[in-house]
């Protein structure tokens, strides 16, 4: 969404979409006559492309990874680390032995056999925080991009937001009026 010019992101946008048309095709290839469905699409998407892109642009690779990388160029973090949290997370999720360990502690148990023991593994609090933390700054990112180009007031929308959450949040009966003060104070400070 960081792109100079609507063309641009058109194109990125197409770029996606042709990768996930590629991904179909190979998935549906292995089922016989699916694959000829996927052939078809495939060649619609690109001859729909074709009076307003080069074929050879929109066929042109994009990986998670380079999008990954580019985010994080983008939001001025370092594209090394956020690529190392992606495939630590990716990893995981796909059960990869690697990452198993490096989002865990392992605490050696009972010796049940000779050289067999049981363990324990307690997620570690700090990787899974990495983790959600450069999620969490992509998405926000993300939104206020979308938002800006959008010609959305993203100060009032966060005001609002605060607003409204501060006027549902449940709260001790004794500090009741603490939230209504507070209510009170972002009612006023909305209207400043």
Request: charged content about 25%; glycine content about 8%.
């Given at each position: 969404m960081t792109a100079d010019s609507a063309s641009e992101l058109a194109l990125r946008h197409l770029r996606l979409m042709h990768t996930d048309f590629l991904e179909q095709k190979?998935?549906?290839?292995?089922?016989g006559e699916r694959g000829a469905n996927a052939e078809r699409q495939l060649a619609t998407f690109l001859a729909?492309?074709?009076?307003?892109f080069e074929v050879a642009q929109v066929k042109k690779n994009v990986t998670y990874l380079s999008?990954?990388?580019?985010?994080?160029a983008e939001m001025d973090a370092n594209p090394d680390e956020f690529e190392y949290l992606w495939r630590r997370a990716s990893?995981?999720?796909h059960g990869k032995r690697w990452p198993v360990f490096d989002i865990n502690d392992v605490e050696?148990?009972?010796?049940?056999?000779p050289g067999q023991?049981?363990?324990?593994?307690?997620?570690?609090?700090?990787?899974l925080i990495e983790i959600l933390a450069a999620a969490y700054q992509t998405?926000?990112?993300g939104i206020a991009v979308f938002a800006a180009r959008g010609g959305a007031d993203?100060?009032?929308?966060?005001?609002?937001?605060?607003?409204?959450?501060?006027?549902?949040?449940?709260v001790a009966p004794e500090r009741e009026h603490e939230r209504e003060a507070l209510v009170e104070r972002l009612s006023g400070a909305g209207d400043r």
């Open positions: 190979r998935a549906y290839n292995l089922q729909r492309v074709v009076p307003s999008v990954i990388r580019g985010a994080a990893g995981a999720t050696l148990g009972e010796e049940y056999e023991h049981r363990v324990m593994r307690t997620p570690r609090l700090q990787a998405i926000k990112f993203l100060l009032a929308g966060r005001h609002a937001a605060i607003l409204a959450v501060a006027k549902e949040m449940p």
